[in-house]
């Protein structure tokens, strides 16, 4: 039973490309989640999608950055226009649709902005 | 709300004894609360968790103990080993939408 996958671990941009992270959740899994991490501190809530439904958006910036979780295929964490300060680890976790169980979480993309 | 950033706390043990880390959480409506740990390049780990109905649960080697009077979460780890060297996070939870603690990381001595 794979866990949550997420590619690339590592991915470079230049400042003003666009940076993409895909996260497939674990088999069973319906909700996604996406944090953000920066060295020596903890995990900052983005964004929480349910297949085809953003349900919570209140962590993450309202521009540039985008999330998608559609009917077929990974989710997907879109960062266009990308500046020094996104540079990043993105981490992306998946939970079943009942309430009160834990998320399970991928190994992360490692975002770097030249 | 949000959890904020912060240079991370330390604890270090020695190897066998016993750990204890503390966290405070932010909502007195968080219904389920999680530990997880954290190793270098590593997405977080579920160790265990605990639901409002409880007060303790135990696992291997790892109890959870929590105070809701105080908003007091507390993680202990027996027989302390050198692979438990990592940073744990609690996080809470409420319908779903989970919030992450600073963090603490363990440094274990051998």
């Known amino acids: 039973n794979a866990g949550v996958m997420q590619n690339p671990r590592h991915l470079v941009r230049r400042r003003g490309q666009e940076a993409r992270l895909r996260c497939s959740p674990m088999?069973?899994?319906?909700?996604v989640y996406w944090y953000r991490q920066l060295p020596e501190e903890g995990l900052k809530f983005m964004v929480y999608?349910?297949?085809?439904?953003?349900?919570?958006e209140s962590g993450m910036p309202k521009e540039r950055f985008s999330a998608e979780f559609p009917k077929e295929g990974p989710s997907i964490l879109r960062i266009q226009q990308v500046v020094r300060g996104d540079s990043a680890a993105y981490f992306c976790?998946?939970?079943?649709?009942?309430?009160?169980?834990?998320?399970?979480f991928g190994d992360g993309t490692r975002l770097s902005i030249l | 709300g949000e959890s904020v950033g912060l240079h991370l706390p330390t604890l270090s043990v020695q190897e066998g004894d016993n750990s204890i880390i503390n966290c405070a959480y932010s909502n007195s409506a968080s219904d389920y609360f999680i530990w997880y740990k954290q190793e270098s390049g590593k997405g977080p780990q579920f160790i265990i968790d605990i639901r409002s109905n409880m007060d303790k649960r135990q696992g291997q080697r790892v109890t959870v103990l929590l105070n809701k009077t105080v908003k007091h979460l507390s993680l202990q780890i027996a027989a302390t080993q050198p692979g438990d060297s990592a940073v744990y996070f609690c996080?809470?939870?409420?319908?779903?939408?989970?919030?992450f603690g600073a963090g603490t990381r363990l440094t274990v001595k051998p």
């Open positions: 976790a998946s939970s079943r649709q009942v309430s009160n169980q834990p998320q399970h």
């Open positions: 088999k069973g899994h319906s909700h």
């Open positions: 996080a809470e939870t409420l319908n779903n939408d989970m919030r």
């Open positions: 999608l349910q297949k085809e439904n953003i349900i919570d």
